[in-house]
């Protein structure tokens, strides 16, 4: 006879949208509270510009700065504030998008390619699914299939901002899944620009710009440090990709993926985390700003928002940043979990990744960058195509706050339980559970925690027991006194 065969066994279905590691989370909410930063001041800019260029009194001097010209001619390079501020200070932004995404591709969640399917199909949907919504619309209505790629972008600072406004308690794995979609959605956005809105290419200044860019690599890997060796050399590069006629955020993200990401021996941080925490408060608190100041202005009235909704193109951004995002994250996040034997963390529910999903509506920055790209050449297609970024973030904004509101509650019982240090230790216990030290340090809290009770029930005993005493002594000495009418028993 042969020896029962045991059977295999059965694989434990992975969780999507989990507890975070404790150093991602650590390092999740880091940059989490520096793009909310920079979010709340991308949100004043946007206003400000607003403002500046409606109120009749200031319209024109909002038009005179934006298109005031400086810059080395000599160089190609006598560019207007806006023009600067969309190609120069975004390189900045686009340099720490880069570092981001080389961090999640080596370090992050993107390196398990399990782990990495889920943002990278949700965002493909998530990009896919806007521009299929904007050229259907633009196609029913006989309009221009220019802008598909306008409502593709997620702006994740604008995003957080919204999150910090509305106070929710959105746990980090959500948070987390909102920072990653934006990691590749920005990858994505960098391409598209790099492919669709490239015309005449100076092969030249490309040249340099490659053999630049070689160098930057080269110094890297020699491991030369210094601050003033590689921003003359990024400007360089900068300037070069700029002339060659290819985006000039390239270069920023190009730059940003060549930096080491990964620890060495004796190394607490890499040297891109180092880079990125000393770069990301000049892009989420200047740079993005900056471009939303003189970006965003456009002229707005009731008239103008109504025609947002009569032309198939600006139709075409609206719908697709508020009904193609959303159906494409959920769409996608859905069927990832559907076809790879994943399922959902039993903490959170389907119409959680719905409410993220409307709020990665929000295209804020790349969305008007592209848009001016899109259209470059039609001023008035442009300022409408903005209005149209405008509303259709301000609507995917209200959606996502009126549903992450209706589950507030409960994600914030999961922050809580998230953030509960009962040891006072610097670490959330739930990171803790399997540490035999963490259990013995929480016996020695609660042992202290009992002999206090013990000796607080003590002395109220005591002091109940001193009252009984003190009422029955009391109660003794009246029966045996006198009364005023001689020695009958008061």
């Known amino acids: 006879m042969t020896a029962p065969r045991t059977p295999a066994p059965t694989p434990t279905p992975r969780r999507v949208l989990g507890r975070l590691s404790l150093p991602e989370r650590t390092f999740v909410a880091d940059a989490l509270r520096t793009e909310t930063v920079g979010g709340v001041l991308l949100l004043a800019a946007a206003v400000t510009a607003l403002i500046w260029a409606n109120v009749p009194a200031l319209h024109d001097s909002y038009e005179s700065v934006s298109h005031y010209h400086l810059g ?36 992050g969640d993107l390196k398990d390619p399990r782990a990495a399917a889920l943002p990278v199909v949700a965002a493909l949907c998530g ?34 901002a919204v999150l910090a406004v509305i106070g929710t308690s959105l746990p980090s794995a959500l948070r987390a899944f909102l920072l990653t979609l934006a990691v590749v959605d920005d990858l994505f ?5 790099a492919v669709f809105f490239t015309a005449d290419i100076d092969f030249a200044a490309l ?19 210094g601050w003033y060796v590689y921003v003359p050399l990024a400007l360089v590069v900068w300037a070069l990709m700029y002339n060659s006629g290819v985006h000039a955020t390239i270069a920023g993200v190009a730059m940003g993926l060549m930096l080491r990401c990964t620890t060495r021996e004796g190394e607490e941080h890499s040297p891109g985390e180092r880079v990125e925490h000393l770069v990301r408060p000049l ?3 200047l740079a993005v700003p900056l471009f939303a100041l003189f970006s965003a202005g456009v002229t707005l009235s009731g008239g103008a928002l109504g025609d947002v909704f009569a032309r198939p193109e600006t139709l075409g951004v609206v719908l697709g940043l508020v009904v193609g995002k959303t159906i494409g994250i959920f769409g996608g996040t859905w069927l990832t979990v559907r076809f790879t034997r994943a399922s959902l963390s039993e903490d959170l529910a389907w119409a959680d990744v719905f409410a993220v999903a409307s709020l990665a509506g929000i295209g804020f920055t790349v969305s ?20 149209a970024v405008l509303l259709g973030s301000l609507i995917a904004a209200t959606l996502a706050t009126v549903l992450l509101k209706l589950r ?14 009962d040891d006072l230790d610097g670490i959330p216990d739930v990171y803790e559970q399997d540490d035999p030290a963490y259990h013995l340090r929480m016996a020695e809290i609660h042992d202290r925690k009992a002999a206090e009770h013990r000796r607080t029930a003590a ?32």
């Not at 507030?408 to 240090?421: F, G, I, L, Q, V």
């Open 72 to 107: 080395p001619e000599a160089l190609g390079l006598d560019l207007s504030v806006a023009h600067w501020a969309a190609d120069g200070l975004l390189a900045v932004f686009f340099f720490v998008a880069g570092i981001e995404l080389k961090r999640e591709l080596v370090a």
């Open 283 to 285: 892009s989420a608190g």
């Open 207 to 225: 040249g340099g710009a490659i053999a630049g860019l070689v160098v930057f690599w080269l110094l890297l890997r020699k491991g030369v440090r």
């Open 189 to 193: 956005a960098i391409l598209i620009i």
């Open 127 to 160: 990009m896919a699914v806007p521009a299929l919504v904007y050229t259907l619309t633009s196609l029913g209505g006989g309009g221009s299939l220019g802008g598909w790629a306008v409502p593709t972008a997620t702006d994740i600072a604008f995003a957080l």
């Open 408 to 421: 507030n509650a409960k994600y914030r019982r999961m922050w809580e339980a998230e953030e509960r240090d």
């Open 459 to 490: 002395e109220i005993a005591r002091r109940i027991a001193g009252e009984q005493a003190a009422a029955r002594h009391g109660l003794a000495e009246v029966p045996g006194g006198a009364g005023e009418d001689g020695d009958r028993p008061a």
């Open 368 to 387: 008007l960058l592209i848009g001016e790209l899109a259209f470059e050449g039609d001023a008035v297609l442009t300022d409408e195509v903005k209005a």
